[in-house]
């Protein structure tokens, strides 16, 4: 009976393998699409003995929200409608992002005329709303799951 259950777990870490092999060369595709973000979480907190936190924060690395209004060249990153909003620019930046963002550095992809005049304007109301979650002391920013929400029921449709 236990070398029958070490087969079976053998059999599934080796097809767990090859599935993260064959995301990693399709690094577009949607991982979501094909196994649900839990249960890709839960392989990788048991494969790679971590906390769900860590499992959680990999998969959603893995996963490539399309935008198409974002442009990325050289480690920048550009909304192609000039006319948007700040508010809506920064939220579909974030969406486009996984993790935490630099303040700096959203502020620099939006051209806005002053850090400190973005976070005061833009970030700090952002956070207030709970659009985004806002690190004011480390100036750092991340989507929260009302900023999704809204980006993909309000901003995203209108340029698909």
Known sequence: MYA???????DLYFKYCKFLERMLQLRRLDITSLLGGVVMAELVRIFHNV???EAQAAVESLVQKRNPTIWEIAGTKRVLDPGMKK???TLL???SESGWTPAAKLCSWIEYSSLSL???RILDPLHKNRMI???GGNGLAQISPLGITVTERDLLPTFT
Not at 5 to 10: A, D, E, F, R, V
């Open 4 to 10: 029958f259950k070490l087969l079976k777990i053998n």
């Open 51 to 53: 906390s769900l936190a």
């Open 87 to 89: 508010e809506h620019q």
């Open 93 to 95: 930046l974030l969406y």
């Open 118 to 120: 973005y976070k005061s």
């Open 133 to 135: 979650e806002y690190d």
